[in-house]
């Protein structure tokens, strides 16, 4: 069982960064791979970046590749995503979930362990 919490969303300028938060607990954090979703109103939830159990490999979202970083600190149990170059169209409720051993890594249907979403709003 994996319990997930979000933090560092919040309401920013087009071109303005953040930094999300995602806080795991248990002692096996380290054989998980970790993602974020979004999903906006009115919208289904999508991809946005994933990594593995050890960091080495990564996925973005088109959308988002080059502007948004994920990264994992095992020893910490968190897994962070730094939004650079927001813009108005990222905003939306980000998720962070976490799955044993995904077929695929950008479907949430491969991830049983959901937090809570946290809210990031970019202003025009």
């Known amino acids: 069982q994996v319990q997930l919490v979000e933090s560092g969303g919040g309401l920013v300028q087009a071109g303005d960064s953040l930094r999300l938060s995602c806080a795991a607990s248990?002692?096996?954090?380290?054989?998980?791979?970790m993602g974020w979703f979004r999903q906006a109103p009115g919208k289904e939830r999508e991809f946005v970046a994933a990594?593995?159990?050890?960091?080495?490999?990564?996925w973005y979202a088109d959308s988002v590749k080059g502007r948004f970083t994920i990264s994992k600190d095992n020893a910490k149990n968190t897994v962070y995503l730094q939004m650079d170059r927001l813009k108005p169209e990222d905003t939306a409720v980000y998720y962070c979930?976490?799955?044993?051993?995904?077929?695929?890594?950008?479907?949430?249907?491969?991830?049983?362990?959901w937090g809570q979403g946290t809210q990031v709003t970019v202003s025009s």
């Open positions: 990594i593995s159990r050890s960091g080495t490999s990564k």
């Open positions: 248990g002692r096996t954090f380290g054989s998980y791979y």
């Open positions: 979930a976490a799955a044993g051993a995904p077929a695929r890594t950008n479907e949430a249907n491969q991830y049983n362990y």
